[in-house]
């Protein structure tokens, strides 16, 4: 079953966002990555399940890294609504029908980002199903983390983005692949 969007969510994915308060990298919940979770405000208005949430690799500080828009309707369903990788370790492939010049294009751990309008079907306001099939490159490359995360800012249009501080490499020194 496709869950239903709010009518208003091709403006809030539009719209001048800040965060509601600085993310903070939760180093315990993931044996690969840092994350965080925070809720975004729009005009003044923190609103209810329209959140940012990001992961970092904490053994690749070079890349695999991935920051995500997302509306989320309970703890079980959270649903992507646009999201930028920073050099994977996977490849994404997209589907025969787009977007436009991108059809069946492969990512081979190369950085991309699924926008919200390849994603989004508006007459049936859900998302297309596959967790966001369609990617476009992002060009140019972020060279590091901090120009990841700032293209993610003006990517999703969150205006204080600089408020993320870097997650503590440190933590990570003896992390082993399991």
């Known amino acids: 079953m496709m869950l239903l969007l709010p009518d208003d969510i091709a403006e809030l994915v539009g719209s001048e966002k800040r965060l509601a308060a600085r993310p903070k990298w939760d180093a315990r919940s993931d044996p690969r990555y840092f994350v965080f979770t925070a809720p975004l405000v729009v005009a003044n208005v923190m609103m209810g399940g329209f959140e940012l949430r990001a992961k970092v690799s904490r053994q690749h500080l070079d890349r695999d890294a991935l920051m995500q828009l997302e509306f989320v309707k309970s703890a079980r369903e959270r649903i992507g609504l646009a999201r ?68 993610c800012g003006e990517c999703f249009k969150i205006s204080d983005i600089n408020l993320l501080e870097m997650p503590d490499a440190n933590a990570d020194l003896f992390w082993v692949e399991k």
């Open 84 to 151: 930028c990788q920073w050099r994977p370790f996977e490849t994404h492939t997209n589907k025969n029908w787009g977007p436009p010049g991108h059809e069946l294009r492969a990512f081979h751990g190369a950085s991309h980002h699924h926008t919200f309008e390849h994603n989004y079907l508006p007459d049936e306001r859900r998302m297309r199903a596959g967790s966001l099939p369609a990617a476009i490159p992002i060009h140019p490359d972020p060279t590091s983390l901090s120009g990841f995360i700032a293209f």
